[in-house]
């Protein structure tokens, strides 16, 4: 069996990336998203058979997936709650690439969002009695995710001799990308290396402009049949492969930290869409901190291991380089809607595989490889995505 | 309350791992091996993770172990750290293979090295816990 070619996208959906939510609610925003992705594709909310939701950061409630369906019309014979953390919206993919092949469903809104809004806002990491990290990690401060990958960006410093002048080289290669995206959080504010080197450290050795900036927003991308796709008014995306690895949850407990996951996943994703990283012609890969960058590139196979700090530095990032990499601007540019961020590096794929990323369109872009990742590099979902 | 009260979060141990707590109590810090299989584990579970066989034993730790990875943390996780900053947050890889999560303490920030060699020390935060922080060996 394999999903090559199972479903495509037909529709994105993806609200402008905001500070705040203005007093609405994350399952407002995400329902906004899904609308978007429903219009895009050219569909009624009856030709939607299928649901897939993430869970917003503030916390869910249970049977989340039909609370959202009720609000969004939507009657699914498929529907379920994926919570991979940042890998989510790829999970979803190719979950609802499968759902249709085996025939569950024809038509399938993955959704995911958040709401930063302080009215909303939970406070996260709340102790929970009978879980591992409340009990073995908090009590030695850990700073969330951060401090997670700040462990992995140090082991890869000690053991390869990656820089922070590298790692900072792929923060500013995306705020590049993010000044060509109006839609973009930091859009009209270019960055130097020395801007990034020079910026507070928050955990070494990761700068303040390494580190993602959490804000509101939704994303949704509706999977259909190809045969469906085509009746659609955009050129459809075939999911040509799909891999997922899921190795741990804390950092502390990783098989190994800087040869993560990703390898396992990427290499299924290539091997089910029958090519290589050479081929691959648009990066979108999961980028909470520039070290998840560093360790995809590597990891993914498009540099030896330990090699991705020279690779940032010989090659343009650009979406106008030689070697495109999240030409939305990223999450570190674009911003991070909760899981939206991850979902992120899938609506940018489609739009350049569409031909239909204005302004800063990588030319003859007909395959793209995207990577999710959750946790501190825990959760791995790849995606070989092509032009239809 | 008084402001000397440790405001920390506190390991709220659970039948599997009160075992664990109350050996750091004690100054010695222990893993759980696998009777059937040998395999060593932290944090504790109910069964072996390897084989799932439910025999399981605490073997006394020599406290050696290494920096695995660490970061500086110059940004308080809660209120309750912000007097620690900057403070080592670090996984330390025992001789005997578990890793865990784990602080750096008795030396400044600059000298914590991934490989560094590491010695368990043993932090009497409140009468009832202990935690189990690592200094450079000696």
Redesign the interface.
């Given at each position: 069996m394999t999903l090559r070619k199972a479903a495509a996208i037909a529709g994105i959906g993806e609200l402008k990336p905001m500070r705040q939510s203005d007093g609405r609610s994350a399952l407002h925003l995400m329902a906004e998203a899904g609308r978007l992705a429903i219009l895009d594709a050219g569909m009624t909310p009856g030709e939607v058979d299928g649901l897939l939701v993430a869970p917003p950061l503030q916390g869910v409630p249970v049977t989340f997936p039909s609370i959202v369906a009720e609000y969004l019309g939507l009657q699914p014979s498929y529907c379920d709650i994926v919570d991979l953390g940042g890998a989510s919206g790829a999970g979803q993919v190719w979950r609802a690439a499968a759902a249709i092949q085996a025939g569950m469903c024809h038509t399938v809104l993955c959704l995911t969002g958040d709401a930063q809004d302080p009215q909303t806002f939970y406070q996260r990491g709340a102790?929970v009695?009978?879980l591992?990290a409340?009990?073995?990690?908090?009590?030695?401060?850990?700073?969330?995710a951060?401090?997670g990958y700040?462990?992995?960006?140090?082991?890869h410093m000690?053991?390869y001799g990656t820089t922070s002048r590298q790692l900072a080289k792929i923060a500013v290669d995306q705020r590049t990308n993010a000044c060509a995206n109006p839609d973009a959080l930091f859009y009209g504010k270019p960055i130097t290396v020395d801007d990034v080197l020079n910026s507070?450290?928050?955990?070494?050795?990761?700068h303040l402009l390494e580190i993602v900036m959490p804000c509101s927003g939704a994303a949704a991308v509706l999977v259909t049949s190809p045969e469906r796709a085509r009746q659609a008014p955009h050129p459809p995306v075939l999911l040509l492969g799909a891999g997922e690895k899921v190795t741990h949850a804390?950092?502390?407990?990783a098989p190994d930290?800087t040869c993560t996951g990703i390898a396992a996943a990427a290499r299924q994703a290539f091997t089910m869409a029958g090519v290589t990283p050479q081929d691959i012609d648009l990066v979108s890969v999961y980028d909470c901190y520039t070290i998840t960058v560093a360790i995809t590139l590597e990891d993914a196979g498009f540099c030896a291991k330990g090699q991705a700090g020279p690779f940032v530095e010989e090659h343009d990032l650009t979406w106008k380089g030689d070697f495109p990499v999240n030409t939305h601007g990223g999450q570190l540019s674009f911003g991070q809607p909760g899981l939206a961020g991850g979902m992120s590096h899938v609506t940018e794929a489609v739009r350049q595989l569409r031909g239909e990323a204005h302004g800063r369109q990588v030319k003859n872009c007909e395959l793209a490889y995207v990577n999710g990742n959750g946790g501190v590099l825990s959760e791995e979902v790849s995606l070989i995505l092509a032009r239809g | 309350m008084t402001t000397t009260e440790y405001q920390k979060p506190l390991p709220r141990p659970t039948v599997v791992s009160q075992p664990f707590w109350e050996a750091a109590r004690q100054h010695r810090l222990v893993v759980q091996e696998c009777r059937r299989c040998g395999h060593r584990q932290h944090y504790p579970r109910p069964f072996c993770v390897r084989c799932l066989g439910t025999e399981l034993s605490w073997r006394e730790c020599s406290g050696r172990g290494t920096v695995y990875a660490f970061t500086v943390v110059r940004q308080a996780a809660s209120a309750a750290f912000a007097p620690d900053i900057p403070y080592v947050l670090a996984t330390v890889e025992l001789e005997e293979g578990p890793r865990l999560a784990t602080n750096i303490v008795g030396c400044p920030p600059e000298a914590v090295r991934v490989g560094l060699p590491v010695q368990a020390v043993f932090e009497d935060v409140t009468p009832e816990a202990t935690l189990i922080k690592f200094r450079p060996a000696s």
């Open positions: 102790t009695w009978g591992p409340p009990e073995f990690d908090r009590p030695y401060g850990p700073m969330g951060n401090s700040a462990m992995a960006a140090s082991r000690a053991l507070r450290l928050v955990v070494d050795p990761l804390a950092p502390y407990y930290l | -």
